[in-house]
T-cell receptor, first 114, second 115 residues
């Protein structure tokens, strides 16, 4: 049974469109994250939610909006997609947001903007 | 502010020889440190973590890392490489920033294993 799942796995779309990526975890964790991995494999945290409350909001264009309907789900909505948004987006969860808690990652969503 | 430097973007070894992936960090407080592995087209998986207990940490698949505060290092080692170890490896520091703990990733080291 998958611990952290993301849909879709691949997403190809045109500039200017709006798209969403969904994430679900069945681990009972309190904290969830969104990361962006660029073509050079660099991982950058975008957002983090703890029990549906936004706790980390890094420097991300406001075209990106996370939504957490409950603590098992964290979705990412992207408006007016740009070429530079092409990347792999990873969802992750951890038991809590504290210093010692490891993260469990989903398989990633490869977004290609043409 | 915290940061992580992975000193090698690529490391190439022969199967059966030792592996050393280097990581240096800077942190204002007492950090937690992690190593994750990412196989091609997969998500990241935890190899091991340090959270202020024993400085020599053992992880999965024969990997281990030693926390050296005086050198601000957390290098990852394995005595004998397997072909299946070929992957991208990330060193991560998690420390307090404002009211939250923010994980900061190194840029990754690609491990290449030759037969």
């Amino acid at each position: 049974d998958t611990a952290v799942s993301q849909t879709p796995k691949y997403l190809v779309t045109q500039m200017g469109n709006d798209k969403s990526i969904k994430c679900e975890q069945n681990l009972g964790h309190d904290t969830m994250y969104w990361y962006k991995q660029d073509s050079k494999k660099f991982l950058k945290i975008m957002f983090s939610y703890n029990n549906k409350e936004l706790i980390i909001n890094e420097t991300v264009p406001n075209r990106f909006s996370p939504k957490s309907p409950d603590k098992a789900h964290l979705n990412l909505h992207i408006n007016s997609l740009e070429l530079g948004d092409s990347a792999v987006y990873f969802c992750a969860s951890s038991q809590e947001g504290g210093r010692g808690y490891e993260q469990y990652f989903g398989p990633g969503t490869r977004l290609t903007v043409t | 502010a915290q940061s992580v430097t992975q000193l090698d973007s690529h490391v190439s070894v022969s199967e059966g020889t030792p592996v050393l992936l280097r990581c240096n960090y800077s942190s204002s407080y007492s950090p937690s440190l992690f190593w994750y592995v990412q196989h091609p087209n997969k998500g990241l998986q935890l190899l091991l973590k340090y959270t202020s207990a024993a400085t020599l940490v053992k992880g999965i698949n024969g990997f281990e890392a030693e926390f050296k505060k005086s050198e601000t290092s957390f290098h990852l080692t394995k005595p004998s490489a397997h072909m299946s170890d070929a992957a991208e490896y990330f060193c991560v520091v998690s420390d307090r920033s404002g009211g939250s703990y923010i994980p900061t990733f190194g840029r990754g080291t690609s491990l290449i294993v030759h037969p």
